[in-house]
């Protein structure tokens, strides 16, 4: 087989995390020594590792690994990135897509790499206008284009799942920099990702 993936965990790490997600089933009352649950602290150390993999990743490496030069100065419009990310206050999942623009200023990205940032910081403990404002500034300061927009909109299990227990909202986050926060600017970018958007 010319490929194969293989998924690597931090022995201690997990084993202290398996330590305590058990003590978690315990405390809620579960029976760990029932078969379905007794494997859960091992699985549930190892899907954390996964979820909270971004703490180990370098965005701005990641974007100038792929920077070629180009005289190309028209907006580039990367949406419909999936994201998934834990909320920090609850640890529950929120979800949804990301929009990313930018204006070249001498060099252009690798396309992939775009959502790759986004990965990066989804992949941590987030609220949703950190990860906007993260995903923006890393493209911003990195590439150094005339602008760079980014807009998320997410659906959250914090507020589906407990507390208020609303169904249909969906929260929309926004950042500009450079050109985009110029309104014409900003408008063709809203135009072109608005069939995106609730």
Do not use: W
Request: some cysteine; hydrophobic content about 40%.
């Amino acid at each position: 087989m010319a490929y194969k993936f293989k998924e690597e965990y931090n022995i201690e790490v997990t084993d202290g995390l398996q330590k305590n997600y058990k003590n978690i089933l315990e405390g809620i009352g579960e029976d760990i020594s029932r078969e379905g649950i007794a494997n859960t602290p091992e699985r549930a150390a190892k899907a954390m590792q996964f979820l909270t993999q971004g703490y180990k990743m370098d965005a701005e490496t990641i974007l100038k690994k792929a920077m070629f030069k180009e005289s190309y100065d028209e907006m580039v419009v990367v949406k419909d990135i999936e994201l998934y990310s834990l909320c920090e206050h609850h640890m529950l999942p929120f979800f949804g897509k990301a929009h990313i623009a930018y204006i070249p200023n001498g060099h252009i990205v690798g396309l992939s790499k775009l959502p790759r940032v986004v990965d990066v910081f989804a992949r941590r403990l987030q609220v949703q206008e950190r990860l906007t404002h993260d995903i923006l500034e890393c493209i911003n300061s990195t590439l150094k284009p005339k602008g760079v927009a980014v807009v998320i909109e997410a659906v959250h299990m914090c507020m589906m799942m407990r507390g208020v227990q609303k169904q249909n909202s969906a929260t929309t986050t926004s950042g500009f920099r450079g050109q985009f926060e110029k309104i014409e600017t900003r408008n063709e970018f809203l135009k072109l990702i608005s069939s995106n958007l609730k």
